[in-house]
């Protein structure tokens, strides 16, 4: 669904490319994001490793949480209008 909201509006020649640059771009992301919470995870790591996972949860929430927001506010410039019909 995500592939498919990305590159509907796309002609067909992008499309592909399109689908190709996001799917990069989660292999990234995830490759990226994994790597720092092991990093946190691994620095953070105490006696009993209970600290280290509340700090690798808290960076996750953050991440996601900055995700979010970013995600709503770009898609929201982008969406566009909705089809109205004007009834006489």
Known sequence: AFTIAA???LDD???????????????????FGLGIIAS???????PTG????????LVC?????????LATRLTGAATPARNTIAVD
């Open 40 to 46: 946190l995870l691994a620095g953070a790591a105490g």
């Open 61 to 69: 929430i953050a991440f996601s949480a900055a995700a979010l927001l």
């Open 50 to 57: 209970t600290a280290s996972l509340r700090i690798g949860f």
């Open 13 to 31: 020649d992008r499309a592909g490319l399109a689908a190709g640059l996001l799917n990069t771009a989660t292999q990234l992301g995830g490759g």
């Open 7 to 9: 590159t509907g509006s």
